[in-house]
Each structure stands twice: as structure tokens, then as C-alpha cells.
T-cell receptor
């Protein structure tokens, strides 16, 4: 199956700093990528949909100025958490859809990034 | 508002038995339905998806969909201890077009 990578896998930062998380589709072109967030013992919540070359679409309640998403190429989307605070500590997971080979209509998930804000 | 409901469990099943996991969804227009398995600290792994009413089988797993009742289930036959995980039901409103709405997951424990 298709592979999606995320970097970094873990990051610890101080409150007030910004953190960038990368999501890459390694062996396919992803016209659409999705960003999810998962708090401990909670389910995944869709944050935003990222389409290559256009602005991201954010879910209700997600601050677009705080969670900046850039999808500049067909293989890379980035999520920047700006002015991070302890309540932003979470597990951030991206997924990518490959329409060209989307035989199974599957979203391929990355391994996730654990963000801890001190 | 889109909602996906699952019993959080834990659901305890003896090894070799059938585990039955259930899910209901609120948006009647939803078109695609997914079952994922998630181990602690890891991202979800797709088990299978279904979009037509009825049953779909893949090895030890069978997904069942009843759109009239807005109900999706997953059966795991010959349960193994390695099947112990949290199982997430996810729903997509438009086939191939949207992000997924996840349930909170059912924690399944297979007892050796």
C-alpha cells in the first residue's frame, strides 16, 4: 500500500513557540491531505482538509490562524502550530488520498506526531 | 452535525470466539464506512471499508452495513490475542471526497 510519512514523530516545545509538522506521500501524488488531532483516550477529530495549490478548509471550531496549513506540492503538506500552548499538546495525524491509484478509496494515514507543549 | 457512536467497552472476548463491534451514524446521506484498528500510541490501520448494504468479507473480518438503520458492524472470527486493540468506526459523507468522522472507538480485549 501507499506510504505516508510524518516528521517529526515527537516534538517538545516551550509555550509560545511555533512548531511545524510535515506530512509526505512517499510513493504517490496526493491531491488531498487531511489533518486530524487526537487527545488522550479520545477519537480522531478532523481539523482541516488540504488541497494542493489552494487554501485549506478548516472544520468548525479549528482556528485557521493558529493551525497554518500549506499544501504546496502533490507530495507535501505542512501543519504549523503557531504560538503553541499546553492545551495544543496532542497527537497530530495526517492522511493522504491517492486518486490516481485510489482503487480502494482509502485514506493512507501517517504514523502521527506527538506534540508536547511545556 | 455528523456523529458516529460506538460503545467504548472494554469488550472482552475469549480467544477463538467471534467479536462483534457495532457503530451507528447520524447523517443518513453518508456514503462510505470504514473500520480501523488502532494500537496505543499508533495511527489507525485500515481493516476494511464498505459502501453497499449487506456484508463484505475479508479473511477473518466481516463488515455489515444497513443504511436504513444507519448501522455498521464488524465481526472478527477466530479472535486472537493480537486482535486486542481499539477499533474505530469512521464515516465519510461523500464517497472519496471528504475527511472522515470517527467514533470514539471500542476497546477490544481478547482473553487467551
Amino acid at each position: 500500500g501507499a506510504v505516508v510519512s510524518q516528521h517529526p514523530s515527537r516534538v517538545i516545545c516551550k509555550s509560545g513557540t511555533s512548531v511545524k509538522i510535515e506530512c509526505r506521500s512517499l510513493d504517490f501524488q496526493a491531491t488531498t491531505m487531511f489533518w486530524y488531532r487526537q487527545f488522550p483516550k479520545k477519537s480522531l477529530m478532523l481539523m482541516a482538509t488540504s488541497n494542493e495549490g489552494s487554501k485549506a478548509t478548516y472544520e468548525q471550531g479549528v482556528e485557521k490562524d493558529k493551525f497554518l496549513i500549506n499544501h504546496a506540492s502533490l507530495t507535501l503538506s505542512t501543519l504549523t502550530v503557531t504560538s503553541a500552548h499546553p492545551e495544543d499538546s496532542s497527537f497530530y495525524i495526517c492522511s493522504a488520498r491517492d486518486w490516481a491509484g485510489g482503487y480502494y478509496n482509502e485514506q493512507f494515514f501517517g504514523p502521527g506526531t506527538r506534540l508536547t507543549v511545556l | 452535525q455528523k456523529e458516529v457512536e460506538q460503545n467504548s467497552g472494554p469488550l472482552s472476548v475469549p480467544e477463538g470466539a467471534i467479536a462483534s463491534l457495532n457503530c451507528t451514524y447520524s447523517d443518513r446521506g453518508s456514503q462510505s464506512f470504514f473500520w480501523y484498528r488502532q494500537y496505543s500510541g499508533k495511527s489507525p490501520e485500515l481493516i476494511m471499508f464498505i459502501y453497499s448494504n449487506g456484508d463484505k468479507e475479508d479473511g477473518r473480518f466481516t463488515a455489515q452495513l444497513n443504511k436504513a438503520s444507519q448501522y455498521v458492524s464488524l465481526l472478527i472470527r477466530d479472535s486472537q490475542p493480537s486482535d486486542s486493540a481499539t477499533y474505530l468506526c469512521a464515516v465519510e459523507l461523500r464517497w472519496g471526497a471528504d475527511g472522515l468522522t470517527f467514533g470514539k472507538g471500542t476497546h477490544l480485549i481478547i482473553q487467551p
